[in-house]
């Protein structure tokens, strides 16, 4: 009995898990005034999502403006996908004290 | 109840120094940094003012944050309407009104609509400086400029006469770098050089901008990184008052002639510096909010040499 409970559950993290791999896109949680993580490394082609938990609105603006969220409100969140490998710096344009980097590798 | 920030005095040398200029038929004279004007007779002698006739008097307003919803205020256009029904019910009405920015919440157009419709109904002209969070569209201050923009140079900078004093107004959040405080930036300092260079010293001098043009917390951005620079151009004037919001709460700060001060906002408090782990809106009991919210006035004593800065809050009786 012991045995068949292993192997179902082992079924279900093996098909879990690649499910999980595609949906997860690596977050950054805004709270505090502050980016969490501050530095995040994805490989290229990565979707990453910021999400403002703060009753502050936030913005996710990159050094030179390759890339620039809206003005996100309680909850909302922005999405970017890096496509070239390198390092991002970017601030919020209400609070420019708040920074944070995402690096971007090659693709594996 | 009204506290009363700051007497301004000015002794009598000084106020002769600054006696101003004589026009047609209209002497000037500055009292405590304000100027009164007096009519000449016909040998040029300047005749008795009628008490109180030439009293200036005007109202700063500020951080209406239009658009936001939360526990420490969940309706900014009530207490936008009731800091417009106190301006209404003052006894003197004010020459004009400034507002120091952050008018919306987000940059959204409906947020620019609803307080435009609010503040639409005042008969005096209302002079406006965008905040950080006005500037947030797409277009980094499109919509703003496009409703109070016009005649404004670079990103919406600007100075008016009126009564004789000299206003200046500053843009002081779209020079944003990553890492520090906001600037004016090199633009806009030569153009207030230029600006100024135009204008007697013993003119008074009214500067409003959003962001503080003084450090009251560096850590939380409360402050603008080259504004030493557009004090440096100030400092001749005899008579400078700055204005500012963005803090949410009344500073103020005295160097020589230059007078700094921060006001309330109409929408929510914010902590002061140090007392909390980061800036924001602070919740207080919902029957003391009108504690913490108000306007200011600015305006002569009728009989004295006085200029005077007085900040009412919105729960006090009229």
Redesign the interface.
């Known amino acids: 009995m012991k045995t068949v409970v292993r192997i179902f559950l082992l079924g279900v993290l093996l098909l879990a898990v690649p499910a999980f791999a595609e949906d997860a896109t690596p977050q950054v949680v805004i709270d505090k005034f502050a980016y969490a993580p501050t530095a995040l490394t994805v490989a290229a082609g990565t979707k990453v999502t910021w999400v403002n938990k703060d009753d502050t609105p936030h913005t996710v603006v990159e050094n030179n403006k390759k890339f620039r969220s809206a003005a996100l409100d309680t909850g909302d969140s922005y999405s970017y996908t890096f496509t070239e490998p390198g390092t991002y710096h970017y601030f919020c344009t209400f609070h420019p004290k708040m920074v944070g980097t995402v690096t971007v590798t090659a693709k594996n | 109840m009204t506290d009363t920030l700051k007497d301004f005095s000015i002794d009598r040398r000084s106020a002769l120094k600054c006696m101003a200029w004589a026009g047609t038929g209209v002497l000037w004279t500055l009292v405590g940094g304000v100027p009164r004007a007096f009519a000449l007779d016909d040998a040029g002698a300047a005749a008795a003012m009628a008490s109180g006739s030439s009293a200036f008097h005007f109202v700063q307003i500020s951080d209406s944050h239009i658009g936001f919803n939360?526990?420490?205020n969940p309706d900014t256009a009530k207490t936008l309407t009731q800091a417009v029904e106190k301006i209404k019910a003052m006894a003197v009405q004010p020459s004009l009104i400034l507002h120091t920015g952050d008018i919306t919440?987000?940059?959204k157009p409906e947020q620019f609509d609803t307080a435009a419709q609010i503040l639409g109904g005042f008969s005096m002209p209302v002079h406006y400086v965008p905040g950080?969070?006005d500037t947030?569209?797409?277009g980094e201050g499109k919509l703003f400029l496009e409703r109070y923009g016009k005649g404004t140079k670079g990103t919406g900078w600007y100075s008016f006469d009126d009564h004789g004093v000299h206003f200046v107004a500053l843009i002081n959040v779209l020079g944003?770098?990553?890492?520090?405080?906001?600037s004016l930036g090199a633009d806009q300092l030569k153009w207030l050089a230029d600006d100024l260079s135009a204008v007697s010293s013993s003119t008074p001098v009214v500067v409003f901008a959003h962001i503080p043009l003084w450090t009251i917390a560096e850590?939380?951005?409360w402050g603008t990184e080259d504004a030493a620079q557009a004090m440096a151009l100030l400092k001749r004037f005899g008579s400078v008052t700055v204005l500012n919001g963005h803090v949410h709460q009344v500073f103020q700060k005295v160097e020589g002639n230059i007078s700094f001060y921060t006001a309330r906002a109409t929408a929510y408090p914010q902590p002061a510096p140090g007392t909390a782990?980061?800036?924001?809106?602070l919740t207080v009991p919902a029957d003391q909010l009108g504690d913490y919210l108000g306007v200011r006035s600015i305006d002569t004593v009728t009989g004295t040499s006085k200029l005077s800065i007085t900040d009412s809050k919105l729960s006090d009786k009229v």
């Open positions: 939360k526990l420490a919440h987000l940059s950080e969070h947030q569209d797409e944003f770098k990553p890492g520090s405080m906001t850590s939380w951005g782990p980061e800036p924001g809106p």
